[in-house]
C-alpha cells in the first residue's frame, strides 16, 4: 500500500531530497524505484547540532567536557530570590574536556530533583539520571563559589554513546 504524499510532511519532504542522491553533488535515481529506494533509506535526523551551532552554544562557557552523570544528591536550598527549591548536585566523569582545564571529575549545581517524597521539575532545564552522557558546559555561578550550567539548559546536550568524544573534539575543535 503506497503512504499518500501529504502524510510525509515538510519533514519528511526534505528527509525524502536529501537522501535521494547517491552522493554529494550526484543527481538523484529517476523514476518510481530511485524515489521507492530514497524513501526506505530514510532515518532519523542525527540528535547534535551542527559544528557551527554547536560552537556557538558553548563559546561563552567556562569549562565544557564530555562526560557521564555519576552521582545526583538532591537537597533544599535557599535561592538568590529567598525562594525554597530543591538543588542537585551532579557529578561527571569526564572523558574529555572540551573548554577550560582539564580535569577528571565535574561537579556542578542543578534546580530541580527529589528530596523525599518532593520533587521540583524545571521546566527549562533537563533532569539528569546517573549513567546519562552529555556535552556539559558550565560557567560560575553569581555567588563565585559554584558552577552552574551555562545558559541554563542549553549548556546541556545529550550525547547519544555511538559519538565518540574524539569525535566531538574534531567537530567543536581543539580544547580552548
Known amino acids: 500500500m503506497r503512504t499518500p504524499p501529504s502524510t510525509f510532511g515538510i519533514t519528511g519532504l526534505f528527509l525524502l531530497l536529501a537522501t535521494s542522491c547517491d552522493a554529494p553533488g550526484e543527481p538523484p535515481e529517476s523514476g518510481p524505484q530511485g524515489t521507492a529506494a530514497a524513501a526506505t533509506a530514510i532515518t532519523p535526523a542525527p540528535p547534535l547540532p551542527g559544528p557551527s551551532l554547536l560552537r556557538a552554544r558553548f563559546e561563552s562557557a567556562s569549562v565544557a567536557v564530555v562526560g557521564r552523570v555519576t552521582k545526583v544528591t538532591s537537597a533544599f536550598a535557599l535561592n538568590e530570590y ?23 571529575r565535574l561537579t556542578f549545581e542543578l534546580e530541580g530533583g527529589r528530596v523525599g517524597d518532593v520533587t521540583l521539575e524545571v521546566s527549562d532545564l533537563p533532569r539528569l539520571r546517573v549513567g546519562e552522557r552529555g556535552i556539559f558546559a558550565v560557567r560560575r555561578a553569581s555567588d563565585d563559589a559554584s558552577w552552574v550550567p551555562w545558559g541554563r539548559g542549553r549548556g546541556i546536550l545529550p550525547v547519544p554513546e555511538a559519538v565518540s568524544a574524539a569525535a566531538l573534539v574534531e567537530l567543536l575543535g581543539r580544547p580552548q
Do not use: N
Not at 548536585?89 to 577528571?104: F, N
Open 82 to 104: 529567598g525562594d525554597r527549591i530543591i538543588l542537585s548536585q551532579i557529578q561527571v566523569a569526564v572523558e574529555r574536556t572540551l573548554r577550560g582545564a582539564p580535569r577528571q
